[in-house]
């Protein structure tokens, strides 16, 4: 069974890139959002196994998108994961303070990476 995935970035090319990425693996990818608004409806809708949010959406910040995420009790089985082509040290604070289960480097986003963070999020939860 392939796992689910919804990607929230601002960038279609992104989003088009991501998908043929992550989709080579197993993982599916069963929706998009541009906003934190849609993001959050998309979420809830979907209830996908892994949430991908970038860091910059546009004018919102991905940070705060995530923590919307994490207080809906509606998507508490959804993986949380933070994307950015910022180097992850550069974000280290705002990362301490996040409710992601991790951060990943936009280069770095591949199944098995995406699919790691998922069973060592799922560990901890069970």
């Known amino acids: 069974m392939r796992t689910s995935v919804l990607l929230v970035d601002d960038s279609p090319t992104f989003v088009d890139r991501a998908r043929a990425t992550l989709e080579r693996g ?24 892994a949430i991908l949010v970038d860091v910059q959406l546009g004018p919102e910040s991905g940070f705060d998108v995530v923590r919307r995420m994490a207080q809906d009790e509606r998507l508490q089985n959804s993986t949380l994961i933070l994307m950015s082509t ?10 301490d303070a996040t409710p992601a289960s991790a951060f990943l480097h936009k280069l770095d986003l591949t199944p098995s990476r995406v699919l790691e963070v998922r069973q060592r999020a799922e560990g901890r939860a069970g």
């Not at 959002?33 to 196994?49: H, I, K, N, S």
């Not at 910022?86 to 990362?95: A, K, M, S, V």
């Open 26 to 49: 197993d993982l599916e990818v069963v929706g998009t959002a541009d906003t934190g608004v849609a993001a959050l409806a998309e979420a809830v809708r979907l209830q996908p196994a």
């Open 86 to 95: 910022c180097h992850e040290d550069e974000l280290r604070d705002l990362l």
